[in-house]
């Protein structure tokens, strides 16, 4: 097994250290910035700071930052099936950003059912669906670390306590440091956090792009998927014609196959697709 899928099946997460370079990062900040600006937002402080939900709708520049094939072959292990982009957001953050509660992104909330189910476990052979998350400006105590309670794949889906707002009773959680220009892959199902940050002036900086990825043959709908959001079909092809390798989740076409689809770095065509 690839040793980076390895930690997402023992742990619930990975991370690929400064997989973006310092270029890079500078122009996914200038990317992220000219949104903010283009559409005259505010603050970058609250809860999750300023999102951007479905990213590609504010920064379509963005889409060439998401064909990492580093990424992307770590995503394929860990799906164990060639990748579809589900869902693409940005969070904006400074130093007037709160502390972010406990959450997952299983498609249930927190209070609803999150309960386990034996049966369920025997189809839990991979993990569905991942998040992405690209921290720009890297992960630490100065700028809020994130923090997240480990699960294996088999792992009881409850969370060890039902207090979103605290750490207390989390035991067992980790304080993920990552440097700037690294990517953290984990497992939607998992319970994660993150601190505020430590400084409370200055010119704290915590930007983060990325998105939901599941399996090629992973039909699920999800409440995230961006397919939900986005009305607009004209604003996909646009993607899809400028990014050839990119594709976005769409319903599947009664009578459509892939046999035409050309395989691409990971990522498949959307001859199946609308
Ligand atoms: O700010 C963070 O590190 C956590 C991001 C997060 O909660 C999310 O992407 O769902």
Request: proline share 7%; hydrophobic share 35%.
């Amino acid at each position: 097994m690839h040793p980076l899928a390895a930690d997402v099946a023992q742990h619930g997460y990975c991370v690929l250290a400064s997989v973006y370079t310092a270029e890079e990062c500078s122009a996914i900040r200038s990317e992220l910035d000219a949104a903010f600006d283009r559409e005259q937002r505010r603050g970058r402080g609250g809860q999750f700071g300023q999102v951007f939900h479905p990213l590609l709708d504010s920064a379509p520049a963005m889409a060439r930052f998401y064909l990492k094939p580093e990424i992307i072959e770590v995503l394929r292990h860990v799906l164990q099936d060639d990748v579809n982009l589900a869902h693409t957001g940005a969070l904006l953050q400074d130093e007037t950003r709160e502390a972010c509660q406990w959450h997952s992104h299983d498609g249930r909330d927190m209070h609803s059912d999150v309960t386990w189910s034996p049966s369920r476990a025997k189809s839990l052979d991979h993990v569905s669906r991942v998040l992405c998350n690209v921290y720009v400006d890297g992960s630490t105590d100065e700028n809020g670390p994130l923090v997240v309670y480990p699960r294996k794949l088999a792992d009881p889906w409850a969370p060890p306590s039902q207090n979103q707002h605290s750490e207390e009773g989390w035991d067992g959680k980790h304080v993920v440091y990552m440097p700037p220009g690294s990517a953290c892959i984990f497992d939607a199902c998992m319970f994660h956090s993150a601190r505020p940050p430590a400084a409370t002036a200055g010119h704290v900086r915590r930007y983060i792009f990325g998105g939901h990825y599941t399996g090629w043959h992973n039909r699920h709908r999800h409440r995230e998927d961006n397919f939900y959001q986005l009305s607009s079909t004209p604003l996909l092809a646009e993607y899809e014609n400028r990014y050839p390798h990119f594709f976005l989740p769409r319903p599947v076409v009664e009578g459509a196959t892939e046999e035409n689809a050309p395989e691409g770095d990971g990522t498949r065509a959307a001859a199946a697709r609308l």
